[in-house]
């Protein structure tokens, strides 16, 4: 469904930043990518999202190379108190990309009213971003993108800016949504824990250059679980696994 051949960057001050970056994804895969500060993850993400241009190789989504943002793409960033609009209500806030889909305002205001039922956000859809927590702003982020209804989801770092506990409840939100509307999804993060609980494969970058150092499916049952999951001995086998990668990066 996704694939990155060759894929590398360079920027215009001569900062090399990916080299060689061969990744496919599955249709209704959700793929973890970790790595060292400075490897290139969110560089690639852009190039994936047709954002930036990579300076070598291509990104064929569909089998067709991006070379703008495809219309069958959704990016969660990780600065949502940025990507939200404060003037808009968070109904208005997630109903605003469905213009692009051509939907008359009645059908994008039912669309985002959905969408932020499936978040746990119904309650909130007349108030605004700024009188949400900044765990309801991420999933207002969230429910935008389900409204969309992308092919292929990005998710840059999304659960860094909160707490503990309410990055477990968004983790576990990640999860519901992928099984409910079968999304492929691609989510950069810096927590190894993180990347093997959700994670169906986790792919470790090398440090800058970034180039693919491994690649390891992650075998846990599902539904998953907080504490049953991360007390499981291949839980803990597989982190350190993944801890031994990045390390050796």
Not at 146 to 174: N, W
Request: net charge neutral.
């Amino acid at each position: 469904m996704l694939e990155i051949k060759a894929l590398g960057h360079t920027y215009a001050d001569g900062h090399r930043a990916l080299t060689g970056i061969d990744l496919g994804l599955e249709r209704g895969e959700l793929v973890c990518l970790v790595g060292p500060s400075g490897c290139g993850k969110s560089t690639l993400l852009r190039c994936i999202a047709g954002l930036q241009r990579p300076t070598e190789g291509t990104v064929l989504l569909e089998g067709q190379a991006v070379e703008r943002v495809p219309d069958g793409l959704a990016v969660v960033f990780q600065d949502y108190t940025r990507s939200l609009f404060p003037w808009l209500s968070v109904r208005d806030n997630v109903a605003l990309v469905l213009r692009r889909r051509g939907l008359a305002r009645a059908a994008r205001r039912a669309a985002a009213e959905e969408a932020l039922e499936a978040v746990g956000l119904a309650a909130a859809a007349r108030k605004y971003p700024w009188q949400l927590s900044g765990g309801m702003q991420q999933r207002a982020a969230i429910a935008r993108a389900l409204a969309y209804r992308p092919q292929l989801l990005l998710m840059d770092e999304p659960f860094g800016s909160v707490d503990a506990q309410t990055r477990e409840d968004l983790e576990d939100l990640l999860l519901s949504v992928r099984g409910d509307h079968g999304m492929t999804i691609l989510l950069v993060t810096h927590d190894i824990d993180e990347s093997v609980y959700v994670g169906d494969r986790v792919v470790v970058l090398t440090g800058a250059p970034g180039s693919v150092h491994t690649d390891l499916p992650v075998r846990l049952p599902s539904p998953r679980d907080q504490i049953g999951t991360r007390e499981d001995p291949a839980f803990v086998a597989l982190r350190a696994e993944v801890g031994r990668a990045v390390r050796r990066t």
